[in-house]
């Protein structure tokens, strides 16, 4: 044993290994080192994919829509209601409850789709407020 309290040598075993795995996971592609289970599944209220998969696991529910009892998933711009649905039909064939998206990907489709709402709505308003004006004349 050392002088000062000895057992550096397994602390210096313990640092090595962390060392090594966090060179390991630092050469994988950036889309290995993300997985879409902890991800966020449901961008309006901030759902992961992991808390979906667990609320269907332990709750079984028995229509898709139920899931919205999981923080609101599915309750917001609708994004997720399909990514959802998947989810609930692999639970159903007792299949892999796994999206295999890449999150980058998700998000950008996502985002798109946002803005393809706010058009619709934005042309939708435009059509009642010309439909509003045509009448008061």
Known sequence: MR????????????FSLWLSVARFLLALPSSRLITMSDDELCYCFHVSQRKVVNYIRIHQPRVPSQISECGGAGTGCGWCVPFLRKLFDAALQKGELKLDIDPV?????????????????????????????????
């Open 105 to 137: 990907e998700y998000a950008r489709e996502r985002s798109e789709y946002i803005q393809r709402q706010k058009q619709q709505r934005a042309a939708a308003q435009g059509k009642v407020a010309d439909d509003v004006g045509e009448k008061q004349c």
């Open 3 to 14: 002088p000062g309290g000895g057992g550096g040598g397994f602390q210096f075993s313990v």
